[in-house]
């Protein structure tokens, strides 16, 4: 760990350091005592809080960086429970034997809750998020194979063909373009790389009415609208009583969960984070297969798989035309050199 009187960077391994880019020149990146710079054109990347920034501001991800201070470990697994692995095999597919050893890119990471799976199982992981989020990453996995950046998934600091797993869940579909932000990953896969993403499904239509009430929620202030989504504790309870009375308890129970649509997580923790993860974001669009299946064709994304859990879908990037390894290997060599 380098350290200067105000600001900590966490060491940067040379195989991430050999990846980063420049936003302005794609030039290389050195390491600093206070952050990261540009051997091109020397423009800096500041290291704050343990985490070096590729932006300035949390812009439209804001919300994200209140929720995950506010439940910086609520999700992680521990030894009570895997919910967060058994979501991730859910959602991306990936199994242990997959990513044991690989470098592994995780797009909007949070705070660290499914790169720690990834760690776990023995992935050297890369992660970026938007908001100060990537804060609570960087020391939930202080003690982990793991590297995490505040970046944008629109101008990411990556060189292409630089991971052997690219991993998005539940993360792109809050971006003001779905489409354009998954389109910007495929080209940082190594050939034969697979990328598993996790979207909103668009089929069922539940969630309509509360898509009208985030007109609203979404320009509170968080402060505002947490407080308001601690009202799924005792609506949970009411729920349970309504669907104890017979004949009509169910219906009347269904048709409440209609008008004010809410996280039904058996935790009470749980329940007004996920309630909250809900009506928060600024934006957060739904998807269908058809369309994501359109975005990995066009990507040339071969190999297509639907996983278990709606909107997921895995891809590989073809071998066919990998880039030659003399040339990779001197570009890895100019950088680390």
């Keep these: 760990m380098v350290q200067t009187e105000n600001v900590k960077l966490p060491r940067v391994a040379d195989e991430v350091l050999a990846i980063l880019r420049c936003l302005d020149c794609q030039g290389c990146l050195t390491l600093e005592p206070d952050g990261l710079m540009c051997l091109g054109c020397a423009r800096r990347f500041p290291a704050l809080n343990g985490v070096v920034r590729f932006v300035g501001e949390e812009t439209y991800a804001g919300s994200f960086g209140f929720q995950w201070k506010l439940y910086a470990r609520t999700q992680l697994d521990d030894a009570s429970g895997h919910v967060s692995e058994g979501a991730f095999r859910r959602r991306t597919g990936f199994r242990p034997e997959d990513l044991k050893g690989k470098l592994v890119l995780d797009v909007g990471c949070g705070m660290g809750r ?89 089929y069922n239509p539940w969630y309509r009415m509360s898509d009208a009430y985030r007109k609203l929620t979404r320009r509170m202030s968080p402060q505002t609208l947490h407080k308001l989504c601690r009202l799924a504790v005792p609506l949970y309870s009411i729920h349970q009583g309504l669907k104890k009375i017979p004949i009509v308890g169910k219906l009347a129970s269904s048709v409440l969960a209609w008008i004010i649509p809410m996280s039904f997580n058996r935790d009470a923790t749980w329940r007004v984070l996920d309630t909250f993860d809900w009506y928060s974001p600024w934006y957060q669009s739904k998807h269908t297969y058809e369309e994501v299946f359109c975005w990995f064709d066009e990507c040339g994304l071969v190999d297509l798989r639907v996983i278990e859990q709606p909107i997921s879908v895995q891809g590989k990037r073809p071998l066919e035309n990998p880039v030659r390894g003399t040339d990779k290997r001197n570009e890895v060599e100019r950088c680390v050199g």
């Design 114 to 202: 499914f790169a720690e799976v990834a760690t776990r199982w023995g992935a050297r992981v890369v992660g970026i998020d938007l908001s100060l989020a990537s804060e609570v990453a960087a020391k939930n996995l202080e003690d982990r194979q793991a590297v995490i950046f505040q970046a944008d998934v629109f101008k990411l600091p990556f060189a292409a063909e630089s991971f052997d797993y690219i991993y998005s869940i539940g993360v792109l579909h809050h971006t003001p373009d779905c489409e354009k932000a998954f389109k910007i990953l495929p080209k940082l896969l190594k050939p034969g790389g697979r990328i598993a993403i996790w979207l909103y499904s668009a």
